[in-house]
């Protein structure tokens, strides 16, 4: 069992910087990989980026590329989301989630643990 707790979200205008962080308990953080997803209101939970368990290979959706940074400190069990030049359509939760699988993991159903999410609002 792994508890994944999320933070960071807040209010923010367009332009401006948030940084998400995902603290991860319950098993040896390393030995997975990590991911993160959003869902904004009446869609889909979407990806948005992923990092192997060491951290050396990351992955991202197209509409963040350039702009978020996935990172992770192994030794504070924590992946961040750094998240630059942010637009109103980044609007939505975030959730962090875990899987077994090897990095590059892009779909909801293939990770196993998730967090409760935490909102970010991006006005205009």
């Known amino acids: 069992q792994v508890q994944l707790v999320e933070s960071g979200g807040g209010l923010v205008q367009a332009g401006g910087s948030l940084r998400l962080s995902c603290l991860a308990s319950g098993r040896t953080f390393s030995t997975y990989a990590m991911g993160w997803f959003r869902q904004a209101p009446g869609k889909e939970r979407e990806f948005v980026a992923a990092?192997?368990?060491?951290?050396?290979?990351?992955y991202y959706a197209n509409s963040v590329k350039g702009r978020f940074t996935i990172s992770r400190d192994n030794a504070k069990n924590t992946v961040y989301l750094q998240m630059n030049t942010l637009k109103p359509e980044d609007t939505a939760v975030y959730y962090c989630?875990?899987?077994?699988?090897?990095?590059?993991?892009?779909?909801?159903?293939?990770?196993?643990?998730w967090g409760q999410g935490t909102q970010v609002t991006v006005s205009s």
């Open positions: 989630a875990v899987t077994d699988k090897a990095g590059g993991v892009t779909t909801t159903r293939q990770y196993d643990y």
């Open positions: 990092i192997s368990r060491s951290g050396g290979y990351t």
